[in-house]
Each structure stands twice: as structure tokens, then as C-alpha cells.
């Protein structure tokens, strides 16, 4: 009876330290998934391949996920690159050719401040550091290829990167350029994007993962650059409507590739 009692309130006391679950049930579909590896193509299978670069911008109403307060883009990416020791490349270029390893400069920024010394009253300059958070990444840019797979008659997609984007300010706060924080190689951090789920406005039961979410292409997005002789951007050549109209341009011939194939 008395071994009985000691597991009785054993068990009660676990009980009651279990964490209590924010729904039916908790969900562990994403916690378990991995992600299924990209199958090989062969060399002499490609018949067409494009580089391409797009900007998403997370202003768009299509797009308001990746800035979702509770779990944001930037959040999963710098944790990841904390906690999994992912490898970060510098902006340098977008080749992925040089690893930064002092990603905690990037994620913070310096600054100093004028302040009062208590002891002796005279303005001293403090130096002070303030984290970059989701709030100040407005767009990401992404790096992909499409490439014409003639094993499989199919065109088809794969994103290479991802750089989050920040602005750059004067001291009197006015607008001065936007640039890329690093570069992370995306199927580097496929894992830990499957493993986090997206915000669901119509059914909290439908999850999906943030890898679902850029393997579906389910995000609204606009051409700055494909691979040419020059390695020019579209707006190093166009500006206002025709930097718009080129972006659909080249969007429109990758898709017609395929289709002109079966065309005769």
C-alpha cells in the first residue's frame, strides 16, 4: 500500500510539471519530418539552365508570414545559424565563396551614445550594441536556378540561397541603399526551415513548413536579375515600368521554354 501511495503522487506530481498542450493535441508532424534529399541530375541531362534573382518583399499582403511577430523568417535563420552552427557567407558576393565567421557583428550593430558620468558629471561617449531583429528586414532576396531536366522532359526549380535585406541610413535617418546581411545556403537550411511551421489564417490544422512553403512557390515575388554576359541587373539597363516589364519578361521566357518544346 505504501509503494502504491509513493507511485500514486509520483505520477500526480508529473503530472501536473507536464506542460500543458496549446490545442487537441500536440503536434509533432514538423518536429519528426526531415526532408527528402533533391534527386541527382546528370551533366548531360541538362539541356537549359538559368540563374535567376528575386526580391520578396514582406509588405505584400501574400507575404505577411515571413514577418509573423510569433515566428518570423529572420528568427528561424538566425537560429539556425546559432544553434545548428550553419554556415554563413559573406555579401561580398552571391557565390557563396566566402564564409563570415563573425556572424555576431552582422546580427548586431555598433553605436555609441553621450551620457553623463555619475561620479564625476562629465559627458563621456558609451559605446552601445543593438541586435538587428526581424522589424528591420523588410525583403529577402533569393538566389535560384531553373534548369530543363531531359530524364524527365520536365523544367524545373531549385532555390540556392537566401540574404536577408537591411537599410542603410545617414546619420540624419535619410534613405541611402539597401543590402544583403549575409547569404545562407539553402539546402543547408532546409532542415531546420521543414521543422517550422507556417501561420495558417483559415485552418490551424493544415501545417505546413517553411520548406513546403518555397518548394510550392507560394510567395509573391519580382525578377531583379538573370545570368548574363555582362552580370548586369535589371536596374543597371531599365528603370520605372520597363525595369517591370523586363522582370515579367524573363519570367515569361522560362516558362514558355518548356512549352515551345512540345509546340511541334
Known sequence: ?????????????????????????KKRILEERRVLEYPPI?????????????????????????????????????????????TVYSAEDDKFTYSEPNVNDILATKDTVRVIDPETGVEILQPIENSIDYTSVKRFKIKEIWFFD???????????????????RDEFGNFK????????????????????????DYNDSQVMSWDDLFQMRYFSSYITKASNVRDNRLKDMYSGIDLLLES?????????????????
Open 1 to 25: 500500500m505504501k509503494a502504491f501511495m509513493i507511485v500514486f503522487f509520483v505520477g500526480m506530481s508529473l503530472s501536473m510539471m507536464a506542460q500543458p498542450v496549446d490545442g487537441v493535441t
Open 42 to 86: 546528370r551533366e548531360a541531362d541538362l539541356m537549359y539552365e538559368k540563374k535567376v534573382w528575386r526580391i520578396i518583399d514582406t509588405r505584400e499582403k501574400m507575404n505577411l508570414g515571413f514577418v509573423n511577430p510569433q515566428r518570423p523568417l529572420f528568427d528561424i535563420i538566425t537560429e539556425a545559424i546559432k544553434n545548428e552552427n550553419l
Open 150 to 168: 531531359e530524364a524527365t522532359s520536365t523544367m524545373r526549380v531549385r532555390i540556392l540561397g537566401i540574404a536577408p535585406l537591411v537599410e542603410e
Open 177 to 200: 541603399y539597401e543590402k544583403p546581411l549575409f547569404w545562407v545556403y539553402y539546402p543547408d537550411i532546409r532542415d531546420a526551415l521543414a521543422r517550422n511551421a507556417l501561420p495558417n
Open 248 to 264: 515579367d519578361k524573363i519570367h515569361q521566357e522560362i516558362f514558355n521554354f518548356e512549352q515551345d518544346l512540345w509546340s511541334y
